[in-house]
């Protein structure tokens, strides 16, 4: 199990979840100066944009001027995978000054509340995207048992799920018309982004039946909605949103 814990302090710090961001760090950083978000922690629901900014030397200096951000706050931020982000950034455990690139399946302690990320989804565009360059075989959602288990059997609690794409519980319930677009070009696509839904919906039983979070963050979709699924409260971050997390 992969525990880490977040920033040590006497203050009381805030934890806020953010959406896809697509490599737009500045306006991620410009978002946190203008909100005046500090001594805080901050985890981002994946689609970063590792891997995607057209270049090294435009990715070093879009993660510099975060980081700047990030530092001068205080706030520290985790990321996790999502469907535009190279796979490879999240084999191991990485810090970048502030930033700090999390592997699927850890469990961090953030203010008092015990966090499992598990990043990965399909992409809708894939058949137009270049293999080994900007798409990923790699880059789904893996359903892993034996991690899970491994990770909840020393676990007391669990407060929070963070994935990138969501149980099939939660919304969306129906495919939107993009998806269904793409579809036409890519004869397996619903067939697998279904597949996909449902290995988070094992997720979802899995992970109850042992312990009972309360919270379930997620991205992927664009689009806001807050509604709960028995005890659990979930939430689809829009691109770029901020949300506190209040219990």
């Known amino acids: 199990m992969l525990l880490f814990v977040g920033i040590k302090t006497e203050k009381k710090f805030m934890l806020y979840f953010i959406g896809d961001v697509h490599g737009e760090l500045e306006h991620l950083a410009d978002k946190l100066a203008f909100k005046n978000i500090r001594d805080s922690q901050l985890v981002q629901v994946g689609d970063f944009g590792f891997g995607f900014f057209g270049s090294k030397e435009r990715e070093d200096q879009s993660i510099k001027t975060l980081n700047k951000t990030l530092t001068a706050s205080n706030n520290l931020l985790y990321v ?4 535009h982000d190279d796979p490879s950034y999240f084999e191991k455990w990485q810090k ?4 700090r690139i999390v592997p699927d ?3 961090l302690e953030l203010n008092g509340y015990s966090v499992l990320l598990i990043g990965g989804a399909i992409s809708i565009d894939r058949t137009s995207r270049v293999l080994g360059k900007s798409y990923w075989k790699e880059e789904e959602f893996v359903f892993d048992q034996d991690r899970l288990e491994s990770v909840m059997k020393d676990l007391k609690k669990l407060d929070i799920v963070v994935t990138h794409n969501a149980p099939l519980e939660f ?5 939107n018309n993009l998806v269904r677009a793409y579809a036409r070009r890519d004869e397996n696509l619903l067939t697998d982004l279904n597949d996909e839904r449902e290995k988070h919906s094992k997720l979802l039983k899995r992970v ?18 807050d509604n709960q699924y028995n005890e659990i409260k979930y939430f689809a971050l829009g691109e770029s949103e901020i949300r506190e997390h209040v219990c």
Request: hydrophobic share 30%; proline share 6%.
């Open 80 to 83: 996790i995978r999502g469907n």
């Open 105 to 107: 399946y850890s469990v």
């Open 208 to 225: 109850t039946s042992r312990l009972t979070p309360t919270h379930w963050y997620y991205g992927h979709f664009h689009t806001i909605e």
């Open 96 to 99: 970048i000054g502030n930033i």
């Open 171 to 175: 919304w969306p319930f129906e495919f």
